[in-house]
């Protein structure tokens, strides 16, 4: 089994920045391929960005491409999304996933392992 825990949400302004962290216990960090999903007040689950099991491919959503940067430390078993500019459309619970296959993979019931989120909430 997997355990991801994020942390780094907050409240912040228009225009800010925030560093998104998972930390990952269980199976061997570095074979996971990983991504970050987010849900709204009212809205499915959707997805933000994701990153291959060594760290070498990166895949963004449309709505966060130029503001986010997904990372990984895999002799730290961490996750991290960095988010700069951001919007009030921004405002969600971020989640990591995790999964232990080849390729990324932008669909949400392909990943295994998540963890219980981490609020973001942007001004306005």
Do not use: H
């Not at 998972?22 to 987010?38: D, E, I, L, P």
């Not at 491409?65 to 997904?70: P, Q, S």
Request: aromatic letters at 10%; a positive charge.
């Amino acid at each position: 089994q997997v355990q991801l825990v994020e942390s780094g949400g907050g409240l912040v302004q228009t225009g800010g920045s925030l560093r998104l962290s998972c930390a990952a216990s269980g199976r061997t960090f570095s074979r996971y391929k990983m991504a970050w999903f987010r849900q709204a007040p009212g809205k499915e689950r959707e997805f933000v960005a994701a990153i291959s099991s060594s760290g070498s491919s990166t895949y963004y959503a449309d709505s966060v491409k130029g503001r986010a940067t997904i990372s990984k430390d895999n002799a730290k078993n961490t996750l991290y999304l960095q988010m700069n500019s951001l919007k009030p459309e921004d405002t969600a619970v971020y989640y990591c996933a995790a999964e232990a296959g080849l390729g990324i993979t932008v669909v949400a019931a392909r990943y295994d392992y998540w963890g219980q989120g981490t609020q973001v909430t942007v001004s306005s």
